[in-house]
């Protein structure tokens, strides 16, 4: 999931910012230090790596990057993300940022909000579609049509990682 600075964001405003590459707002550093001193009173457990542009807040299983235009919490498709544990500081890390002036979008279901939300039943959705696929891909036979599932899964993964350090390259230039 991404969060924009700016409040409710209507989805052909995030549409606009992907295919225009449009910056939203920048998020100031006294913001960033505001939503982590937040998340410290939430009694959430996590560890903290600054680097000169970002700062990523790693969990048990998932993680929270904090870069100069965005908020994206990664997590991934494990079961033990299913948890009411993991769910509930994903809900609080979510309330959190909408709060704080925040959209947030789910690149998976296409979905934009800005308001409070049930990650629970959204990641069980997005759970649900992906984890047959996965649970197949393990399966490790020569089976060709898995084999072209994994190779385009691959792909979609490196493409992403491709166009994040584009967009990253592009903000440190500018």
């Given at each position: 999931?991404?969060?924009?600075n700016k ?6 405003e995030v549409?606009?910012?992907?295919e225009n590459?449009k910056i939203v707002e920048?998020i100031?550093?006294k ?6 001193d937040e998340?410290k ?6 560890e903290?790596?600054n680097?000169?542009?970002?700062i ?14 965005e908020?994206s919490?990664?997590?991934p498709?494990w079961?033990?993300n299913?948890?009411e544990?993991v769910i ?6 979510c ?7 925040m959209?947030g979008y789910d690149?998976?279901?296409?979905i934009?909000?800005?308001e409070?939300?049930d ?7 997005n759970?649900?579609k992906?984890?047959?696929?996965l649970?197949?891909?393990?399966e490790e036979d020569d089976?060709?049509?898995?084999r072209?599932i994994?190779?385009?899964f691959?792909l979609?993964?490196?493409g992403?990682a491709?166009f994040?350090?584009?967009?990253l390259?592009?903000?440190i230039?500018?």
């Open positions: 999931m991404t969060f924009y409040k409710n964001m209507t989805t052909e549409e606009e910012f992907f590459e920048e100031d550093s913001k960033k230090l505001k939503i982590i998340l009173k939430e009694n959430l457990q996590f903290i790596e680097s000169e542009n970002d990523e807040i790693n969990f048990e299983t998932f993680q929270l990057s904090i870069f100069n235009n908020i919490i990664s997590i498709y079961e033990e299913s948890s544990k509930n500081e994903i809900n609080t890390i309330s959190v940022l909408l709060k704080n002036g959209t690149p998976q279901s296409e934009v909000f800005g409070e939300f990650f629970g039943e959204m990641y069980a959705t759970f649900d992906v984890s047959p696929i649970n197949d891909i393990a089976n060709p049509k898995r072209k994994l190779l385009f691959g979609l993964v490196l992403l491709i994040g350090l584009i967009q390259i592009k903000l230039f500018t």
